[in-house]
């Protein structure tokens, strides 16, 4: 029903900068709210929406990542950027795209995810 894809990410050193771009395809479905969240490599790392961009382009993130990252739609349909600066060893992990029909809020549990792309930040 919806099809999303991450690219970008990499490895960096700490203070470093890197870009996700994710592309969302749908036949049916509605997307509105976008986002991204992430996931630790630590076993048992809960996973953490860090970031959201509403239907009406309001944007909100999390505290740990507030002032460092920004996400913006990009200029196709269904496309966003996550712009990540200042980076941190704690940023690592894997970050995935997601997509909802809602559009105020995105879903961890309820919504599309995509498969996931790889940060790491080396101190």
């Known amino acids: 029903q919806v099809q999303l894809e991450e690219s970008g990410g990499g490895l960096v050193q700490a203070g470093g900068s890197l870009r996700l771009s994710c592309a969302g395809s749908?036949?049916?479905?509605?997307?509105?709210?976008m986002g991204w969240s992430r996931q630790a490599p630590t076993p048992g790392a809960q996973r953490e929406l860090v970031a959201v961009l509403t239907a009406g382009g309001t944007v909100k993130y999390s505290d740990s990542v507030k002032g460092r990252f920004t996400i913006s739609r990009g200029d196709a349909k269904y496309t966003m950027i996550l712009q990540m600066n200042e980076l941190k060893p704690e940023d690592t992990g894997t970050y995935f795209c997601?997509?909802?029909?809602?559009?105020?809020?995105?879903?961890?549990?309820?919504?599309?995810w995509g498969q996931g792309n790889q940060v790491a930040v080396s101190s």
């Open positions: 749908t036949s049916r479905f509605s997307i509105n709210a």
């Open positions: 997601g997509a909802s029909d809602d559009e105020y809020q995105l879903s961890i549990d309820r919504d599309y």
